[in-house]
């Protein structure tokens, strides 16, 4: 999971791109939970972003360097992606100074 601010982050799994909230829970852990799933292309998770009230510079963080389609950033940025069990899934992690890194877990 890429996380760009203190309530939103961007993961994937084997099917679509995950775009997460967080969300403050009194006396426990926050969560974060995945509010928009997107397996089409970039311009429709952008918009999702916009209604789910993404800020436009945390948008703009997200989706630097996605390529227009699931499809295409799974097969070139995560070849390792395309393993479809339903057990697995991906996350991206990465901080302010170094780039994101897909991962499947």
């Not at 800020?55 to 989706?63: E, N």
């Not at 996350?91 to 499947?104: E, I, K, N, R």
């Amino acid at each position: 999971m890429i996380k760009v601010s203190e309530d939103w982050a961007l993961g994937a799994d084997s099917l679509q791109w995950i775009l997460y909230r967080r969300h403050p829970r009194k006396g426990r852990d926050d969560t974060w939970d995945g509010v928009s799933f997107v397996g089409s292309t970039r311009a429709i998770l952008e918009r999702c972003m916009r209604e789910k009230g993404v800020p436009s510079p945390v948008q703009a963080i997200l989706l630097e360097g996605l390529p227009p389609t699931f499809q295409e950033w799974q097969t070139t940025l995560c070849p390792d992606c395309l393993e479809t069990a339903a057990d697995n899934s991906v996350t991206l992690s990465g901080t302010d100074d170094a780039p994101a890194v897909a991962q499947t877990v």
